[in-house]
């Protein structure tokens, strides 16, 4: 059946219109000076009856070990996800976690990578080299519905939440520890971007390599 003018312009607006029943977040994170922070994972959790969204499948990562340094330094998983450390460096790696979310430490040769390990457990996860000490890196384990990582500009947008009440939680590498993860609520509205700001307490940059190993 051919669609007549009318009701082609019927469905564009029934489109429209269920596209704007959903809202946006745009969270600015900066630290105690107000410069702007890169690298903060931003989750999004509803509160109440609101609606989440289904979790995608499980994925597998890879953290590479290039020119003695974690490749990403930060990445963020799903419980159920599976990470793969892998040696590319001319020399041997201890990889190594004792944080509660994940305990292991897996032996690396030149060109080896560890079997796959299953993250089950939702937490922060700092990563080590027992070989070399500067090695750092941070797996981010969250079932946070909606998650977001800021750039240079400190910036993060999130779309898709349908009207409601949110949680929304700002976490960054540097954060100090004892404090938890900072928490804002906000109400999003149908087809409307609410701004959310964090102003996080952060250890300088040269100190990364052991204030966090707690975790």
Same mark, same amino acid.
């Given at each position: 059946?051919?669609?007549?003018?009318?009701?082609?312009?019927?469905?564009?607006?029934?489109?429209?219109? &269920?596209?704007?029943?959903?809202?946006?977040?745009?969270?600015?994170?900066?630290?105690?000076?107000?410069?702007?922070?890169?690298?903060?994972?931003?989750?999004?959790?509803?509160?109440?009856?609101?609606?989440?969204?289904?979790?995608?499948?499980?994925?597998?990562?890879?953290?590479?070990?290039?020119?003695?340094?974690?490749?990403?330094?930060?990445?963020?998983?799903?419980?159920?996800?599976?990470?793969?450390?892998?040696?590319?460096?001319?020399?041997?790696?201890?990889?190594?976690?004792?944080?509660?979310?994940?305990?292991?430490?897996?032996?690396?040769?030149?060109?080896?990578?560890?079997?796959?390990?299953?993250?089950?457990?939702?937490?922060?996860?700092?990563?080590?080299?027992?070989?070399?000490?500067?090695?750092? &890196?941070?797996?981010?384990?969250?079932?946070?519905?909606?998650?977001?990582?800021?750039?240079?500009?400190?910036?993060?947008?999130?779309?898709?939440?349908?009207?409601?009440?949110?949680?929304?939680?700002?976490?960054?590498?540097?954060?100090?520890?004892?404090?938890?993860?900072?928490?804002?609520?906000?109400?999003?509205?149908?087809?409307?971007?609410?701004?959310?700001?964090?102003?996080?307490?952060?250890?300088?940059?040269?100190?990364?390599?052991?204030?966090?190993?707690?975790?």
């Amino acid at each position: 059946m051919r669609m007549g003018p009318a009701w082609l312009a019927f469905l564009l607006a029934a489109s429209g219109a &269920a596209a704007a029943k959903d809202g946006a977040l745009e969270v600015r994170v900066t630290d105690a000076r107000g410069a702007p922070v890169a690298d903060a994972i931003v989750s999004v959790r509803p509160r109440g009856a609101e609606a989440g969204r289904p979790a995608p499948a499980p994925a597998r990562r890879i953290i590479d070990q290039k020119n003695l340094a974690f490749v990403p330094g930060l990445e963020v998983f799903r419980p159920g996800d599976e990470v793969v450390f892998r040696n590319s460096d001319a020399t041997r790696h201890h990889v190594y976690s004792f944080a509660p979310a994940a305990k292991f430490e897996f032996v690396l040769a030149p060109r080896e990578s560890s079997p796959p390990l299953k993250l089950g457990r939702t937490g922060v996860i700092a990563v080590g080299c027992n070989i070399h000490d500067s090695m750092i &890196a941070w797996l981010y384990v969250t079932d946070a519905p909606w998650i977001a990582r800021t750039g240079a500009d400190g910036r993060a947008a999130l779309d898709g939440l349908p009207a409601g009440s949110y949680e929304v939680r700002a976490w960054q590498p540097r954060l100090k520890p004892g404090g938890g993860e900072p928490l804002r609520t906000v109400v999003v509205a149908a087809g409307a971007t609410a701004p959310v700001s964090f102003a996080l307490p952060l250890l300088p940059p040269p100190r990364m390599d052991h204030e966090h190993m707690q975790y």
